[in-house]
């Protein structure tokens, strides 16, 4: 009986074990897609840029989260600008005009 009682717990361990290792699994391969994006990251226009894709600096920094800003949103203030948001700061970026349509077709004929 006591036996059966050990095995019973150690199957439970077990569980518990292996249920830990797969969520391991899944943060490490977050983290390393994360650390992938921060090596490819540049940081110009007070933005960080990757992929033709402006990305909020504060995120990055902070909790190195790769946020991709949202946008553009026109600016008709007539200084060529336009503003992209970080979904969780809500704060605006202003970029100059077309930077990011510009940088997306450089990306797309050098690659
Ligand atoms: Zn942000």
Redesign the pocket.
Same mark, same amino acid.
């Given at each position: 009986m006591e036996l059966q009682q050990h095995i019973l717990s150690m199957q439970a361990i077990v569980h518990d074990l292996a249920e830990e290792n797969r969520t391991l699994k899944e943060k490490m391969a977050d983290l390393l897609r994360c650390a992938d994006i921060g090596n490819e990251l540049t940081f110009e226009e007070g933005v960080y840029w990757h992929s033709g894709y402006p990305y #909020?600096? &504060?995120?990055w920094d902070v909790d190195r989260?790769p946020?991709r800003l949202a946008g553009p949103v026109e600016f008709p203030t007539g200084d060529y600008l336009e503003a992209w948001t #970080? &979904?969780?700061?809500k704060?605006q970026y202003m970029l100059p005009w077309n930077i990011v349509e510009n940088r997306q077709k450089n990306n797309q004929s050098s690659s």
């Open positions: #909020c600096p &504060p995120c989260k946020v #970080c &979904p969780l700061h704060v």
